[in-house]
């Protein structure tokens, strides 16, 4: 398959995914996703349009301040070339990151006395994978430093992963030591058409247990998992250096993810 042709894939595969969680206004050239649970969404270019009009972005961001949500735009650079200078010019900061397929995945050594699971939808102890994610995540932009205690997931966040987890919508993998989870990740199955197409997103390790190769690991058998049933397996990377473990367990790069925030 060409890259443009992956590419047009993972385009349907963000058009569909958030649809069992939000309801979406089609704004001129953009589709607007609103959550209609506590996951936030984001507009991104409509299926197929040519070009996105500035003035369609100045729109959104009317509705997104009316509706009282983040400012939050995603696209793909390849497929959507004008949307970068349309963002720019409404004020949004952009950041890029990698978008990466799976090409040759590879088997994963556990670093020892670490062992991996898949978490199910009766799990007692759910929040404390949410804790975790958060924790992980917030290490990567922390200006204050490591230590910062984290607000708890809500009850709301906990139920809808629950049912989420329960009608196979998230697959979530964790590793464990002893009774310590040290690092999660999940993926998101998609019908798109004929074919189901998966993302995985959220894969953090615990600041003082990265380096040993578990972000590594839960992608390798996030990406195991989901290739049982997916025709086509992607995640977008924050940056070069998340990349670089994802090539490590067999992605590829086929173009650049954008958010545009602000
Ligand atoms: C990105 C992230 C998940 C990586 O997790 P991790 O558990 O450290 O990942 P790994 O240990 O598999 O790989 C990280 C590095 O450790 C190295 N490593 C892996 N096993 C190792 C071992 N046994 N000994 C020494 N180094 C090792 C890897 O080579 C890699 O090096 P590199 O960054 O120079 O390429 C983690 O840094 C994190 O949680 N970041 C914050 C959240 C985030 O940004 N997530 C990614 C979103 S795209």
């Known amino acids: ?28 050239s953009l589709t607007l996703f609103v959550g209609t649970g506590p996951w936030s969404y984001y507009a991104r270019p409509r299926l197929g349009a040519a070009t996105v009009k500035p003035e369609d972005v100045e729109r959104a961001c009317a509705r997104m301040r009316e509706l009282n949500v983040p400012r939050a735009f995603e696209w793909v650079a390849e497929t959507a070339r004008s949307m970068r200078a349309a963002a720019t010019r409404s004020g949004l900061s952009v950041v890029d990151g990698p978008l990466l397929v799976v ?12 062992r991996l699971f898949l978490v199910g939808a009766d799990e007692p102890r759910l ?39 329960g009608d196979g919508r998230t697959v979530l993998m964790a590793a464990m030591s002893g009774d310590r989870v040290l690092a999660v990740g999940s993926h998101h199955p998609v019908v798109v058409g004929e074919e189901v197409i998966s993302e995985i997103v959220g894969v953090g390790t615990l600041p003082d247990y990265r380096g ?4 590594a690991a839960v992608t390798a ?38 958010l545009a925030s602000g």
């Open 221 to 258: 058998a996030l990406v195991a998992d989901a290739r049982q049933e997916c025709s086509l397996v992607f995640l977008s990377a924050g940056d070069d250096d998340s990349a670089r473990v994802y090539e490590r367990v067999g992605f590829a790069q086929v173009g650049t993810a954008c």
């Open 127 to 165: 929040e404390d994978y949410l804790q975790l994610a958060a924790q992980a995540f917030s290490e990567a932009d922390d200006t204050d430093g490591p230590g910062r205690p984290m607000p708890n997931p809500t009850d709301a966040a906990v139920t809808h992963l629950r049912t989420r987890i």
């Open 212 to 215: 040993r190769g578990l972000g």
């Open 1 to 28: 398959m060409t890259d443009s042709a992956t590419l047009h894939k993972v385009e349907q595969y963000y058009d569909a995914a958030p649809r069992s969680d939000a309801r979406a206004e089609e704004i001129g």
């Open 103 to 114: 090409a040759d995945p590879v088997d994963v050594m556990l670093p020892g006395g670490v």
